[in-house]
T-cell receptor
């Protein structure tokens, strides 16, 4: 597609429920990243996929968070047993060659846990 | 590990005035540096990047930034701002070798007053 697509754009969920966020990267982009942006704060790295290499999960804040990516296509970020502190905008980005072209970001999923 | 400090969380300026948004980084290895812009209700866009070579880099919309290795800084400047420059600006760093995970600063909200 023309850009990075994320769905849903907004999600309101009750505390304790599981949520699944989806990211469709640009076709051909081997690198895919998830970031979290809390209100008024910077971007917090969560996880990084590069081709078929093992993902860099060093930014996942707890074992309630997990992410998958099949090949170089769609990625899903799953948050189990959501807590209020999980409320944030979750951003996905993809790239073919990050240091040459930077990342292309999606518009994000705004997650609100009530 | 790399880190980024954006010294000003908010910068108000008048239209047509010059502006400088400050960014300092910390890294034990060589790095690439980026500025991203996030307009209201939009995703992040790459403004400019420093990879190597000339320390003065020019980006979109009349912005430029200067890499200063001795001061570990990468300040963003524009000689004359416009109302449309109102946005959140993020400085980011990645290692120049290996996994090119971006580490972001906290962001600077630039507000242009008429």
């Amino acid at each position: 597609g023309a850009g990075v697509s994320q769905s849903p754009s907004n999600k309101v969920t009750e505390k304790g429920k599981d949520v699944e966020l989806r990211c469709d990267p640009i076709s051909g982009h081997t690198a895919l990243y998830w970031y979290r942006q809390r209100l008024g704060q910077g971007l917090e790295f969560l996880i990084y996929f590069q081709g078929n290499s093992a993902p860099d999960k060093s930014g996942l804040p707890s074992d309630r968070f997990s992410a998958e990516r099949t090949g170089e296509s769609v990625s899903t970020l799953t948050i189990q047993r959501t807590q209020q502190e999980d409320s944030a905008v979750y951003l996905c980005a993809s790239s073919s060659t990050p240091h040459l072209y930077g990342y292309t970001f999606g518009s994000g999923t705004r997650l609100t846990v009530v | 590990a790399q880190s980024v400090t954006q010294l000003d969380s908010q910068v108000p300026v008048f239209e047509e005035a010059p502006v400088e948004l400050r960014c300092n980084y910390s890294s034990s290895v060589s790095v690439y540096l980026f500025w991203y812009v996030q307009y209201p209700n939009q995703g992040l866009q790459l403004l400019l990047k420093y990879l190597s070579g000339s320390t003065l880099v020019k980006g979109i919309n009349g912005f430029e930034a200067e890499f200063n290795k001795s001061q570990t800084s990468f300040h963003l400047r524009k000689p004359s701002v416009h109302i449309s420059d109102t946005a959140e600006y993020f400085c980011a760093v990645s290692k120049s070798q290996g996994a090119q995970k971006l580490v972001f600063g906290q962001g600077t909200r630039l507000t242009i007053n008429p």
